[in-house]
């Protein structure tokens, strides 16, 4: 079988020596006008569909006039009568509320929200996403101003008459273990553990427009230190100290973090975790807490 030969010094020539082939003649339209559109297909298809949409979308957002990188979830509810949605929409109404980003609040995210359920003609839409949120904080001696971090995000789940809000936060924190300072002659083992809050908030209460500072010293307030993006030497021999006067289990820290959750009146539940990196052990010390007012 003789080799057929191409000019290589063109694109065309190397690309069908690397084994393309020329387009076929189709059949089929090219004019969406004339494309059909299954999603829109209509009959009995056994059963309605809570969520479906696209996950993983990676798109700007602004925390705090600061920009950031936002990992997106969008979705509808699909009705019985219907085969599906038309996703490419999804993206559509993300782009109309692109303003150098999408703003995490929950003002903003509800508005995304209506306006995917209404594009879309389903009875529920929801969008939930997850960044990372910049924030300054100084030493607690020498107070230098380093950027921190935390992981946030927020769920919005509407219907017609009802929203839902969620708030999420996972943060690092120190630990110092109240058994190892009790059982031992001097020193007691330490960690760093990381602390999730996921918050149920009620739809009719206000949120504070600080809730992400409110929750953050919540979680660093009743751990055994907190951690910091910069320490000179009486900054560190503050938090190792602070860190010796307040041992805490992971157990302490999820009741007393709950405690101050519960007085919070906008905050309708949570779930809670705190998992810490053993120091001493080749295992994590973990422990979860649920509470609900209603």
């Known amino acids: 079988m003789t080799e ?6 063109t694109r065309v020539g190397r690309f069908k020596h690397f084994g ?23 009959k009995d298809f056994l059963f309605a569909i809570d969520h479906v949409g696209i996950n993983q979308v990676k798109y700007p957002v602004i925390i705090d006039h600061m920009q950031s990188v936002g990992n997106f979830s969008l979705s509808t509810s699909l009705t ?9 929409r999804l993206i559509e109404s ?20 209506e306006s995917i359920r209404t594009k879309m003609k389903q009875n529920s839409a929801q969008v939930e996403v997850k960044s990372t949120w910049f924030y300054d904080k100084a030493s607690p001696v020498t107070q230098l101003t380093g950027r921190a971090h935390a992981q946030i995000g927020y769920t919005i789940n ?5 929203e839902d809000r969620k708030f999420y936060m996972q943060s690092d924190v120190t630990t110092l273990c109240p058994c190892s300072k009790e ?18 908030l009620y739809d009719h209460k206000d949120i504070p427009k600080n809730h992400k500072e409110i929750v953050l010293e919540i979680m ?75």
């Open 4 to 9: 057929e030969k191409y000019d290589l010094t």
């Open 20 to 42: 393309s082939v020329d387009p076929i003649e189709g059949t089929k339209p090219t004019q969406k006008e004339d494309m059909k559109d299954l999603q829109q297909t209509k």
């Open 80 to 88: 019985r009568d219907e085969k599906g949605i038309n996703m490419s």
């Open 94 to 113: 993300l782009e109309l509320h692109y303003h150098n980003g999408i703003e995490l609040s929950f003002e903003s995210l509800s508005s995304l929200t």
């Open 158 to 162: 509407k219907d017609e008459n009802n």
């Open 183 to 200: 059982i031992s002659e001097y020193s007691a083992h330490n960690q760093r553990g990381t602390v999730t809050v996921s918050l149920d």
């Open 220 to 294: 660093e307030a009743n751990a055994s230190s907190q951690l910091y993006p910069i320490l000179k030497r009486t900054d560190e021999k503050k938090v190792t100290e602070r860190a010796y006067e307040n041992p805490r289990f992971v157990e302490d820290i999820l009741r007393l973090i709950a405690y101050d959750l519960v007085e919070l009146d906008w905050v309708k539940g949570f779930t809670l975790i705190c998992e810490n990196k053993e120091s001493i052990h080749q295992h994590d010390a973990y422990s979860q807490l649920t509470y609900n007012k209603e």
